[in-house]
């Protein structure tokens, strides 16, 4: 099993950029493709980012590519998501996701592909 802990959310202006981070426990965190999704309010969760065990491929939803960046540190079982050029429709809870890695494998995008889930932290992008 692995525990996910976000952080870094906050209050930022549009335009402006924060970088999340979610931290996982475990000494297998190399073995699991990782993503990030988030919720609005009234909204269903949707895919923002994923990357694969070892950082080689990443997948973003059409909505951030060119603004966002998914990234991984395996020597600190972090997984990170920079954003930029925050937009106000970006305002959600974000959620880091982990999926055990299944040989040969590419990256999912479905919510029920992913096995673990953190607690979320709150992303809000004013005018």
């Known amino acids: 099993q692995v525990q996910l802990v976000e952080s870094g959310g906050g209050l930022v202006q549009a335009g402006g950029s924060l970088r999340l981070s979610c931290a996982a426990s475990?000494?297998?965190?190399?073995?699991?493709?990782m993503a990030w999704f988030r919720q609005a309010p009234g909204k269903e969760r949707e895919f923002v980012a994923a990357?694969?065990?070892?950082?080689?491929?990443?997948l973003y939803a059409d909505s951030v590519k060119g603004r966002f960046t998914i990234s991984r540190d395996n020597a600190k079982n972090t997984v990170y998501l920079q954003m930029n050029s925050l937009k106000l429709e970006d305002t959600a809870v974000y959620y880091c996701a982990a999926r055990s890695t299944r040989y040969g494998e590419g990256l999912y995008s479905p919510t029920w592909k992913y096995d673990y889930w953190g607690q979320g932290t709150q992303v809000t992008v004013s005018s």
């Open positions: 475990g000494r297998t965190f190399s073995s699991y493709t």
């Open positions: 990357i694969s065990w070892n950082g080689g491929s990443t």
